[in-house]
């Protein structure tokens, strides 16, 4: 089998694609989507969130020292993205996706109800690196729903929550079809799913915006055409001709 190399970039898929919920009670709470993430060691049960510094949670983050990993189903698709490419500058997130703030256990930050597993993290160590910066937290407490407990044996069926992950842009859940793709939830016209799983490089990969954020806007500026100045000039020579 053949290789083909490109240049350095993020290739570990599929990752999580979760909301994570800061704030207080007096401040106010928000949400942003992220999808680098995941487990640092087991004892002490600790994870990581990495976030640009730019983002309008990561003071939020900062200041509080804690956070909640909230996980997410095929029913949190549409919010999960919406609170990826929408600010908490601007919005409300709990209010516009209808999702229940809940206090937590050990944190300040909320629970969101919805979410099928809730982790409460505290605050350990901030790593600057580079375009993002690694939140290296303390796992307090994790909360579960009881819709998935097995109500003999008291086990939590994961498979059972449908829980999606975040591959090149795209949002899957246990189907191989996609839920939707980054930015469908703000679309005029939103394409429900693309039934083509196209396989694209780092480089187009790194135009889009990440999960792992919740970009202020999503859309580039519009470029002129090339030929515009120079038709211009051609019919101002017409114009001058005539005279």
């Known amino acids: 089998m053949s290789k083909v190399t490109w240049k350095a970039g993020n290739m570990v898929y599929p990752v999580p694609a ?5 704030g207080n009670d007096r401040e106010g709470y928000n949400i942003i989507t992220v999808a680098w993430t995941g487990t640092v060691c087991t004892n002490p049960a600790m994870v990581y969130i990495s ?7 990561y003071d939020i983050i900062r200041k509080n020292g804690d956070f909640v990993i909230n996980l997410t189903n095929n029913e949190l698709a549409r919010a999960t993205d919406w609170c990826g490419v929408r600010s908490g500058r601007d919005f409300d997130k709990f209010k516009e996706m209808n999702l229940t703030a809940v206090p937590a256990t050990k944190v300040k930050a909320p629970l969101i109800e919805e979410s099928p597993v ?12 580079g375009s993002h910066h690694m939140f290296l937290a303390e796992v307090l407490a994790v909360n579960v729903s009881d819709d ?9 069926n994961m498979s ?3 829980l999606i ?7 899957y859940g246990s189907s191989t079809v996609p839920l939707g ?16 799983g196209s396989h694209e490089s780092p480089e187009a990969e790194q135009e889009q915006k990440s999960a792992n954020e919740e970009p202020a806007s999503s859309g580039r500026e519009k470029r002129k055409p090339r030929w515009s100045s120079e038709r211009k000039k051609s019919s101002v020579k017409k114009r001058s001709r005539k005279k």
């Open 51 to 57: 976030v640009r510094p730019e983002r309008y949670s």
């Open 148 to 156: 998935y407990l097995d109500k003999k044996t008291g086990t939590f």
């Open 181 to 196: 793709k980054f930015g469908y939830s703000v679309e005029k016209s939103p394409a429900a799913t693309e039934k083509t």
């Open 18 to 22: 979760v909301m994570v919920s800061c």
């Open 118 to 129: 809730n982790i409460e993290c505290r605050l350990k160590e901030i790593k600057e690196l």
């Open 165 to 171: 992950s975040y591959i090149h842009g795209k949002y």
């Open 160 to 162: 059972a929550t449908g």
